[in-house]
C-alpha cells in the first residue's frame, strides 16, 4: 500500500515506524489521489474529516496528514488532542459515514516541544464500498474529494460483490487428513476460515516471504511450549504438531496462505471403547434421549481444548506479525459432522440433556455466515472465545439465545 514515507532503502514505511524528521520528505510530494495535507485541526477541517476518510476508503486508500502547509510543506505543528486521535477521527467517522471505513491514526509529536506535533491519519481502501458520508458518496478526484458519478457506483457495487463471491471461494478450502473414524467413516472436522482483506496483487509466492510466515508461526507455537511441522503445498503452507503416524493420530492442522489468509482444521475428538460404553451407560441410567445405533460421540471437553489451543496459536501468530484482526473476514464450517453427538460428563450439561435432549449436529457439512472484521463492531478478535463458541453452535447451542439455560450451559461447556 502506498506511503509518503521512505526508509533510506526507498521502502515503504508504516505509519508506526514514521518519525518526526521523515516530514520532510512531505516536500517532494504533492497532494493528489493518495494524500491530502491540512495545516491547521479547526473545527472547519474536523467537519471535512469524515468526506475525507470515505473518499479514500472508495478509492484506493490513502494518508491525511494535519499540521502540513498545503503549499510550502512546511511543519505547522497543531497542540496535542486531548483525546486520544484514533478515538477523535474514530468518533467523527462513526456520526457521519457508514459503514465505518478502516483507518490508523497517530499523534506524531514534535521531539523539542511534546505537547505539539502533527496528525497522521492512513485510511484504508475498503472491501465493502460504497462508504457514504453524510448521505453522499465520495471518492478522490485528483486531490479533492467529490460525489461519486453513476458509473463509479456500480464500480464500487461491483467491487463489494466480487469480494463476497472470493471469501465464499476461499471457504472452500480443504486441507487431506489420511485416516478416518474409528469405524472407517470420514474424520468429523470443525474448520475456522480467516480471509485477511485488502489483499495485494504482489501476494503470491515468495521464498523470501514464506522463511518469514514459517520463522513467525514457529514462534506463536514455541509461545505455547508446541513444536510444529511444516508441510509445503502448491500455494500454502501447512502446520502440523509432529506426529509419527498420522493415520492413528489425527491432528489440528494451519493452512496458512501468502496474504496470511488461514484456515484451521480440528479433528473431532471421538468416544471410543470404554469410554464410549461409559457414556452411553450413563446416558441410559438417567433416561437420556439415546443416539441411534453405531451415533458418534464427541469429546466435548477434549475437542473444545483442541480448538482453543489452536485457536491462540492463530492469534499469536497475527501478533507476532503485528496484523489487526479487524483485517480478517471470519466463517466456521463442519465437515463429516452431520448426527454427531455431543458428549460431556460435566453436570451443567447432564441437567441440561434431561430437560432437553442431548446435543447433536443436525445438518450436514454447512459453512457459517461470514463475519467481517472491519465493520466496526470488533476492535478486537478473541479467538480462543470466538472458535470455542461457534463450535458449540455448530453443535446445536444456539449462541445469544434468550433462553438463560443456553448461556449457563455455554458458559459451562466453555469452561472444560
Not at 353 to 379: F, I, K, N, P
Request: hydrophobic share 40%; net charge negative; charged share 25%.
Amino acid at each position: 500500500m502506498f506511503s509518503p514515507f521512505r526508509t533510506e532503502q526507498g521502502a515503504p514505511k508504516a505509519i508506526t515506524d514514521v518519525e518526526y524528521a521523515d516530514l520532510d520528505q512531505l516536500r517532494e510530494l504533492d497532494e493528489g489521489f493518495v494524500l491530502e495535507l491540512k495545516q491547521t485541526f479547526s473545527p472547519s477541517v474536523r467537519r471535512k474529516i469524515p468526506k475525507i476518510v470515505a473518499s479514500f476508503a472508495n478509492s484506493r486508500g490513502g494518508w491525511l496528514v494535519i499540521g502540513i502547509s498545503d503549499a510550502e510543506k512546511d511543519v505547522c505543528p497543531v497542540p496535542r488532542p486531548s483525546a486520544d486521535v484514533s478515538q477523535i477521527i474514530g468518533e467523527l467517522c462513526r456520526r457521519h459515514v457508514s459503514p465505518a471505513p478502516r483507518f490508523v491514526a497517530r499523534f506524531l509529536p514534535d521531539p523539542t516541544a511534546p505537547e505539539q506535533g502533527v496528525i497522521l491519519v492512513q485510511v484504508f481502501e475498503g472491501n465493502f464500498p460504497p462508504y457514504v458520508a453524510d448521505g453522499v458518496v465520495e471518492i478522490r478526484e485528483g486531490s479533492t474529494s467529490g460525489p461519486a458519478a453513476g458509473t463509479a457506483l456500480v464500480d464500487l457495487y461491483d467491487k463489494a460483490t466480487r469480494r463476497r463471491f472470493e471469501v465464499r471461494a476461499f471457504c472452500k478450502r480443504t486441507v487431506h487428513y489420511p485416516m478416518a473414524g474409528p469405524g472407517g467413516e470420514a474424520l468429523p472436522l470443525f474448520n475456522l476460515y480467516l480471509f485477511r482483506m485488502g489483499r495485494l496483487s504482489e501476494d503470491t509466492f515468495s521464498r523470501e516471504r514464506d522463511n518469514e510466515h514459517v520463522a513467525a508461526m514457529r514462534q506463536a507455537f514455541a509461545q505455547r511450549g508446541l513444536e510444529c511441522r511444516v508441510q509445503h503445498a502448491h500455494d500454502s503452507l501447512v502446520f502440523r504438531m509432529p506426529a509419527r503416524d498420522e493415520t492413528v493420530a489425527p491432528h489440528s492442522a494451519i493452512e496458512l496462505f501468502p496474504d496470511e489468509s488461514m484456515k484451521l482444521s480440528v479433528p473431532a475428538v471421538l468416544l471410543d471403547g470404554r469410554e464410549r460404553e461409559e457414556a452411553l451407560t450413563t446416558m441410559a441410567r438417567r433416561a437420556l434421549f439415546p443416539p441411534a445405533p453405531g451415533a458418534r460421540l464427541i469429546d466435548a471437553a477434549a475437542t473444545l481444548s483442541r480448538v482453543k489451543r489452536m485457536a491462540t496459536l492463530l492469534d499469536r501468530y497475527v501478533r507476532v506479525r503485528e496484523i489487526s484482526w479487524q483485517e480478517y473476514a471470519v466463517a466456521y464450517e463442519l465437515e463429516n459432522m452431520a448426527g454427531v453427538t455431543l458428549w460431556s460428563a460435566d453436570e451443567t450439561y447432564l441437567a441440561y440433556a434431561e430437560r432437553h435432549g442431548v446435543l447433536y449436529c443436525a445438518t450436514t457439512d454447512c459453512l457459517s455466515r461470514v463475519r467481517y472484521l472491519d465493520d466496526g463492531a470488533h476492535d478486537t478478535f478473541r479467538a480462543r472465545q470466538f472458535a470455542g463458541s461457534h463450535f458449540f453452535e455448530a453443535c446445536g447451542l444456539p449462541l445469544g439465545s434468550p433462553d438463560p439455560e443456553d448461556n449457563v450451559l455455554v458458559d459451562a461447556l466453555l469452561r472444560t
